[in-house]
């Protein structure tokens, strides 16, 4: 009797669990039908927006493209949602089915006898079960089938029940021509469809492939060596070391007064990264969580030229996260005097000729990393070099790329043993021969390649922690620094692992977590948060700091450098112009910008472009016409 017992009570929580687990499945069925709305594949607003810009221009095949580049990812996530619905519905039924079985069997097991009543009237107890178990059985049975007609009403989609009818139908709705030349896209009239037309092909993964160019942007020649060195083409400028290559900066200023302010404009979207400057040219980039786009402002006016909305990757299950210290356009953008590129925290790089129209669009899918993405991007020639380190360093899942600044290709491509880093690469001359090296930090090795080929000429391992500060080179030695592995200074002239040998200097202290270092003929100045430290650039075996100057002041600016002064962007809006000298820092001049200042300065000549939280600043000779974003 006790086995008897036993193994009915085995049966029926067996049946109570089926039961459970058909509620939940239910239930996990009915929130994500619920969480999908009711927008369609092709009623999706991008998709229809796509739609009516190839209409007004059927012949523009960077319309085309753009739709082929956004069916491609609904359709993604619409048979992930189908193949979610099929297995819950075959999992609701098993488990249904179990539970009715279990249930029966439970009932049987538990069976009692008839029990004889007075006047010889019986009443047959299993038999009433059995009829109510057969009633409830009907019941469960009806419940499920009128869910799943529910839900099947509530899944009814227009669209093809496969990849390849959806494909047919993709290919019946969009325009196909491959060679119909693009609508111009220039000044005024380039700003009123910036919104809309949109160019770009998905390079899935590693970069299986990418856009192609748009027909009506002839190529253009390469700028000289000469020119590239005369622009702020990228973070701190052509080598990325915040040096300025002219001394007739102005040294006077207030934004909120706007003296010395030749223009101020509002900048429509937010973003941490820094102005970069190519002749008459000012651009950032900015994003939300909904929206990333390319500014272009005239360097001369301030008023917005071009505006490029890059329309952000369709979401994922999870929403993207960034942090507050560096949101959703930190990385800093990049030229190379043909085309202007840019790369968001969703990963997504794009290429924008100088009339606003988008070339290509890579995808790389949002990096694994705690602090979002903030590595700048950087040119050799016609090549974009993308710092893509993330996750852990056992993850696998770092890697340094260049892509074809034309087309969007991947050149080349080299995996890096490194963790998420934010550090920004830099392309430099040779110490020796002819030739750039292209240099990386990430902990914990600081790395340099071959731009031309990712070929690894030399690593120093001397960083730890997370790396935020970019690495400088100054007359043959690169200074490479992060608050929890110090700042050393390595000769660039080594081959394979230079740890032992090319390691010149280092020190602990004062080493910033954000700042990257400045360097000049004299000094090296490493800045903490508010505090500057000044070191002989010779170093020595046990260096110490010539001196310490407190600004009093949050700093996230890199500092830089104009002739024999340094310019100082605080957080709060303050700034400070100084003269470093052997025994002491000279305070010069404090100024004011009137908004909080995150990013570093661009130069050009008798001009400094700095871009404050909410505003774009134009510091020269004048007085500040505010404009507002356009």
């Known amino acids: 009797m006790s086995r008897l017992l036993v193994r009915y009570q085995a049966v029926l929580a067996t049946s109570l669990v089926a039961g459970l687990f058909s509620l939940v499945v239910s239930v996990l069925l009915v929130i994500d039908f619920a969480s999908r709305g009711t927008t369609e594949l092709f009623d999706a607003p991008a998709y229809l927006a796509l739609k009516e810009q190839l209409s007004s221009s059927p012949d523009n095949n960077v319309s085309q493209e753009a739709i082929r580049t956004l069916d491609k990812e609904l359709r993604a996530v619409y048979f992930h949602r189908r193949q979610f619905t099929h297995t819950g519905i075959c999992l609701l039924l098993g488990g249904a089915a179990l539970t009715v079985v279990t249930a029966r069997w439970a009932a049987a097991l538990r069976r009692v006898p008839p029990h004889p009543q007075p006047g010889g009237a019986e009443v047959d107890r299993d038999a009433i079960q059995q009829q109510r178990g057969r009633w409830a059985a009907c019941g469960l049975v009806a419940a499920v089938l009128a869910s799943l007609g529910v839900l099947a009403f509530r899944a009814n989609s227009p669209l093809p029940a496969n990849v390849a009818a959806l494909a047919a139908e993709t290919a019946r709705r969009t325009v196909t021509s491959e060679d119909a030349p693009p609508s111009a896209d220039k000044g005024e009239a380039g700003k009123e469809v910036a919104g809309k037309e949109v160019a770009g092909k998905e390079v899935a993964g590693k970069g299986d492939g990418a856009a192609k160019v748009a027909e009506g942007d002839s190529p253009t020649a390469m700028p000289t060596t000469e020119t590239y060195a005369a622009q702020w083409p990228r973070f701190r400028g052509p080598v990325g070391s915040g040096v300025s290559a002219w001394s007739d900066m102005p040294d006077r200023w207030d934004g909120t007064t706007g003296e010395g302010i030749l223009w101020k404009v509002e900048v429509p979207l937010p973003g941490y990264n820094s102005p970069i400057v190519w002749e008459d040219r000012v651009f950032v980039s900015g994003a939300t969580d909904s929206e990333q786009a390319v500014f272009c402002f005239d360097a001369d006016s301030g008023a917005l030229r071009w505006r490029r909305d890059i329309p952000p990757p369709v979401p994922g299950k999870e929403p993207l996260e960034v942090s507050e210290f560096t949101g959703y356009a930190a990385p800093t953008m990049a030229t190379d005097g043909v085309r202007a590129y840019a790369v968001f925290a969703s990963g997504d790089v794009v290429a924008v000729n100088f009339e606003g129209n988008q070339q290509w669009c890579q995808r ?70 002819d030739g750039h090296l292209l240099i990386t930090s990430a902990n914990p090795w600081v790395i340099a390649y071959a731009p031309e080929n990712g070929r690894e000429e030399w690593r120093a391992r001397c960083l730890g922690g997370e790396i935020g500060p970019s690495p400088v080179m100054h007359a043959g030695v690169v200074y490479a620094a992060n608050e929890t592995g110090g700042m050393a200074a390595i000769r660039a002239d080594g081959q394979g692992d230079v740890t032992e040998t090319h390691i010149e ?120 016409e505010e404009k507002p974003g356009q």
């Not at 893509?388 to 892509?403: E, H, P, T, V, Y």
């Not at 957080?571 to 000279?586: H, M």
Request: glycine letters at 10%; aromatic letters at 8%; one cysteine or more.
């Open 364 to 433: 790389l899918g949002p990096p694994v990393s705690a602090w979002g993405h903030a590595s700048s991007l950087a040119t050799y020639g016609s090549l974009l070099i993308v710092q893509f380190d993330q996750g852990k360093k056992a993850d696998g899942r770092s890697r340094l790329m260049a892509l074809d600044g034309a087309t969007g290709r991947v050149v080349w491509e080299v995996a890096r043993e490194v963790p998420a880093s934010w550090a920004s690469p830099i392309v430099v001359p040779r110490t020796t021969g």
């Open 505 to 624: 200097w280092r020190t602990d202290i004062n080493v910033p977590d954000v700042c990257s270092p400045l360097v000049t003929d004299e000094y090296v100045l490493l800045l903490k948060s508010g505090l500057l430290a000044c070191f002989d650039r010779k170093g020595g075996d046990d260096p110490e700091p010539l001196w310490e100057e407190d600004l009093m002041e949050d700093v996230s600016s890199s500092p830089a450098l104009v002739g024999d002064r340094v310019y100082i962007f605080s957080n709060a809006g303050p700034a400070w112009i100084l003269q470093p000298k052997a025994d002491q820092c000279e305070r010069i001049r404090e100024c004011e910008m009137g908004e909080p200042c995150r990013t570093s300065p661009a130069f050009q000549p008798g001009r400094i472009y700095i871009r404050g939280d909410h505003h774009l600043f134009c510091i020269g000779a004048g007085t500040a």
